[in-house]
């Protein structure tokens, strides 16, 4: 479908693209690491991602799954992060590398539960055989302790008590409580099944969280969250909070706050306060309910100043808890994270091709063609619908990590965190076919990021710190160079941006660090000033040869290349500040674009809207009405220029996955609609609804 675009920020014909069917998974597990701040998720396809919850919770590694990788949990040890699931292993990942470390098989059937102690020296796996073994963690592996007394039925959820003597497990219809150091179960807690359940309906306790003063809670199928004493194992409260299921619990680091997540999709939180002014005599209170998902809820994590929860769903929400935030800001709003934070298509502009990356394969597609010109707003005839090419499915068990298609449309690459291919593409009329190219040197084993150069003649593969040059021809590819800075962090590199002209290329990595290498001597020029946020998107501009970086926070920078410094505009837009209704957005920039019949112009685009930056024009500032597009048309001509802002903002696309300028000047929009994706996902449980 094609559309004709006109405004203030000029005319486009963009082609409105709806048919990549891109599914998020849904999410299985949280876990929170207060002294990085980093948010690890896991999801029902194996994937992991860490975000950073305080730079915009920003999504800074995806480390892609494989099949039949059922994870169950995830716990942070230190800095490092462990899973387990129903394959039976405990995988412990390399964040730097972003891919398994290794997995060790724990010998007792699928693992329901994971948890590390707070002192940082154990494991504990909760298993199918009615085991919790405990495993030392020590330098670059961990190794198995011993079991706890076996029990007759499954563990399906742990939790250390924080001095690390005791744990509580979670099982069918009891609680067991272990004193660690002798293996032995101290007591027996029988989980009530509820009135009016059928008495061969088990109770399943879904989660447990151990107090430091002794008490467990615990959330189970029949919809209750209950506190237990340690000391005498027996029961001191209950408190019925769904008809359904109580599946994940957290608790605050101060202990003084508990959420849990219901199989209906709210969470309710908990606090432990007085009930008597002046009193100390606290205790357990429901205090709010969120009601943010439309799924069962699979996990919880209360951080500092929020609740994150993720579930069946595929959104990951993180909740502001108002009360720990003292002052309003960014922060204290509501976040909703539908999409990954970078790109899964990749357009071939001088061949009007389109690449879709899915986990398991790639989709190529042909752009449609249209008919003449329309009215601004309107509809054009098309003339050719869009057509699929190719279907490329990925050998072996790995996710795709990332692609790309050359700008001539005769070049097909993918990465697994294992292996590269790299195809040759053929088309002859209607008949397409496939290369594949054989020999690849030696350094293209697996990449972080791939591109093309312009004239599709290179192609550039991002390892952990470098980047690999190989030149492509008729008869294959044939290493080049390799670039890599003069100094900087081991952390891998996330960006590329290569220039027009083919003489720069910059990259970014998960240290912010943003390192350009000069093409023709292949070697490093200079690095970017580091800023505190991480780069989201970046491009080097086609005339001026200057490096356009946009940031979590929302703050942009451009950075002349040839001079090292920044721009006089870039240094303008750091002195006079940015609208706070831009800086307010809750969703990264993915990509920088320029047009070369505007020079002036930056395209850029975030999940709800695309925006064109005119860098002739003044800058909004917070008095100005930033979304100007109507007022402005309502002007007569003469008056629209003392109006007029460098920020023109379009609105008319929703849940962008991409956009991208082609060769021909039209634009490329994809969209993945959220009803759609909520048509795809497995029926929620029914609930009454009033009168119906």
Known sequence: ????????????????????????????????????????????????????????????????????????????????????????????????NQKVKYTTDAYGGPIWAITGNQQGTHLAVGCEDG????????????????????????????????????????????????????????????ADRGVGTSRSKECVVWSVVYLTDGTIISGDSVGMVKLWDDQTGTLIKSHNVTKCDVLALSVSQDEDSLVAGTSEGTVVQFQFVSMVLGKDDKEWVRTRTFKNHTHDIRAVAEITTAVVSGGMDAQLVVRPLLDKIEVRSVASALRKIHFPHRRLVTCAKKSGLMLFQYTGHLELWRLGETEGKGVPGSSLTVKRNPEKLLHLKVKGEDHIRCSAVSPCGEWIVYSTASSLRLYRLHCDNNNVSITKISKLPKVLSSANQLCFSSDSS????????????????????????????????????????????????????????????????????????VYSSAVTAMGIHPTTNCLFMMHADQQMFEYSIEHKQYTDWSRMVQRKGLHHLWVERDTPCLNVMFNPQNPSHVILHDTYMFCIIDQTLPLPDN??????????????????????????????????LCVEMMSDQSLVVVERPLEDVATQLPAPIKQKKFAT
Not at 18 to 41: C, H, K, Q, W
Not at 623 to 646: D, G, V
């Open 1 to 96: 479908m094609s559309t004709d675009l006109t405004s203030a920020m000029g005319e486009f014909k963009v082609h409105r693209v709806r048919f990549f069917d891109y599914m998020p998974s849904g999410i299985r597990a949280l876990a929170f690491n207060r002294d990085t701040e980093r948010i690890a998720v896991a999801r029902v396809d194996g994937s992991v991602e860490i975000f950073h919850s305080s730079d915009r919770c920003f999504q800074e590694k995806i480390i892609p799954g494989r099949e039949q990788c059922g994870i169950e949990g995830l716990s942070w040890v230190g800095d490092r992060l462990f899973s387990a699931g129903l394959n039976g292993g405990i995988t412990e990942y390399d964040l730097t």
């Open 131 to 190: 085991t919790v073994k405990l495993f030392e963690v020590i330098e670059d592996t961990i190794q198995f302790e011993r079991n706890l007394d076996r029990q007759k039925s499954r563990i399906i959820s742990l939790s250390w008590h924080p001095s690390g003597s005791k744990i509580a497990a979670g099982m069918m219809d009891m609680i067991q409580i272990f004193n660690v150091e002798t293996g032995h179960s101290i007591h027996r807690m029988l």
């Open 458 to 529: 290179h192609l550039f593969s991002a390892s952990t710190q470098s980047v690999h040059l190989v030149s492509l021809s008729q008869s294959g590819c044939k290493f080049v160079a390799t670039l890599k800075p003069k100094s900087g962090s081991h952390q891998a590199i996330h960006l590329l941006a290569v220039s027009e002209d083919g003489k720069w290329l910059a990259s970014a990595n998960n240290d912010h660090e943003v390192h350009v290498y000069n093409l023709q001597t292949r070697k490093a020029h200079c690095t970017v000033p």
């Open 623 to 656: 008095k100005t009405q930033f979304y100007n597009q109507l007022t402005l048309k309502s002007l007569p001509e003469e008056q629209r220029k003392a109006h007029s802002h460098a920020f023109k903002v379009c609105k008319t696309f929703k849940d962008i």
